[in-house]
């Protein structure tokens, strides 16, 4: 295990370096001049050459692209990505102090969504073509097909502003995230479902579990023991990439909600300019996804022992 373990993070230093050079590259060449936008904003009027000049000095902007990426590198091997233009503090402690907003919304909707989905998914399986199986997947396609921000409305004006139930937006007790919550739940649900439905469906119909019926074996343990186990290594691999959507940021949700987590500071970041921080964002959204993909790996061995990571494709 250790060994797997050891490779995988390995793969994590280039894939790391590719994205740190392509964020960094797509917000520095990018036109337009972060010192005049940011100061022009701040002063409320044209920044003079020399502030300008100041701000970019400062900044470390009036370097060439690769003194300015070394740099960069350099302060993340340390556990740095830069300061914020805007703020002037580090990016590193602003994301961080973001993280906790979006958990306390993205852990409840990531375990609601899975829980209810492969509940739904395993009873449309069981009574597959019923009256419940279709009208649970056309439920689900439903709110699988909206926008998140159309969802989000939707649940605004009917649970806050009509019924009054829940706050609008903003944060602050508990009931300020039920529509979040929500809104993520309901966005994510429909494709867990039915990956759980049609694998589960597939499992049923291979040749062990029709031997086990023969033998007799409760039917509650042929599903639940023998059929759920090797039908949720698919579920395993879309849950843990909704995973990682929700923890590195959920950015409509958030702006729609005015929700202070990362998606919403991000967003900020991008429309000011601020490069130090929209490249921070993307090391850290590669870094987590690489990391929940290997999560997901060694969880397959749990779940079925004849994966064996590395050798996946001749042994699977």
Known sequence: MMPVVARRLLVLIPTWLGLSLFAFALSTLSPGDPAELILNRELNEPATPEQLAEFRERHGLDNTFVVQYANFVADSLRGKFGVSFRSGKSVRDELWNRMGPTLQIALP????????????????????????????????????SMPSFALAYLL????????????????????????????????????????????????????????????????????????????????????????AGFVTGTVIVETVFAWPGIGQYVVDAVFARDYPVVTGFVIFTGTVFVLVNLVVDLLYTRLDPRVRLGHAGGNA
């Not at 829980?115 to 739904?120: D, E, I």
């Not at 031997?211 to 949720?232: D, F, I, K, P």
């Open 109 to 144: 909707a990531f375990a609601t969504s899975v829980l209810v989905a492969v509940a739904f998914g395993v009873l449309a399986a069981l009574r597959r073509n019923s009256l419940g199986d279709h009208v649970s997947r056309a439920v689900a396609l439903i709110f699988e």
């Open 156 to 243: 605004i004006i009917v649970l806050a502003i009509k019924a009054g139930w829940f706050p609008v937006a903003g944060k602050g007790g508990p009931e300020y995230m039920v529509l979040p919550v929500l809104t993520l739940t309901l966005a994510t649900l429909a494709t867990t479902m039915r990956l759980t439905r049609s694998s589960l469906l597939d499992v049923l119909a291979a040749p062990y579990i029709r031997t086990a019926r023969a033998m007799g074996v409760r039917s509650r343990r042929v599903v639940l023991t023998l059929a759920l186990r090797n039908a949720l290594i698919p579920v395993v691999t879309v849950a843990g990439l909704i995973l």
